[in-house]
């Protein structure tokens, strides 16, 4: 049982920043890439804020680009978010993926959620 534990969300003002956290845990063989999307209120699918390979090369929507800061530490299956510069549009329910290895097959798992709400 694979599983990824999101944390870090909360309540800020426009301008402000929050570090979002994603533990990954279980039975797997290595994590290809790792993304954060995010759900907007009122919205039906979920939009990549950015990812992250195994290799570290990164990509972010354009929205986000220069505010936000997606890192990973394979030793620890981690992924982190630092999102500066909150606006809020950027209010949403922000999501961990990662695309797990087992015996050379790929799956493709998330999180529950962490709630970023940013006010003006």
């Known amino acids: 049982q694979v599983q990824l534990a999101e944390s870090g969300g909360g309540l800020v003002q426009a301008g402000a920043s929050l570090r979002l956290s994603c533990a990954a845990s279980g039975n797997f063989d290595s994590i290809n890439a790792m993304d954060w999307y995010r759900q907007p209120p009122g919205k039906q699918q979920r939009e990549l804020v950015a990812?992250?390979?195994?290799?570290?090369?990164?990509k972010y929507a354009e929205s986000v680009k220069g505010r936000f800061t997606i890192s990973r530490d394979n030793a620890k299956n981690t992924v982190a978010l630092q999102m500066n510069t909150l606006k809020p549009e950027d209010t949403a329910v922000y999501f961990c993926?990662?695309?797990?290895?087992?015996?050379?097959?790929?799956?493709?798992?998330w999180g529950q959620g962490t709630q970023v709400t940013v006010s003006s």
């Open positions: 993926h990662g695309e797990m290895v087992m015996r050379a097959y790929r799956y493709s798992y």
């Open positions: 990812r992250i390979t195994s290799g570290g090369s990164t």
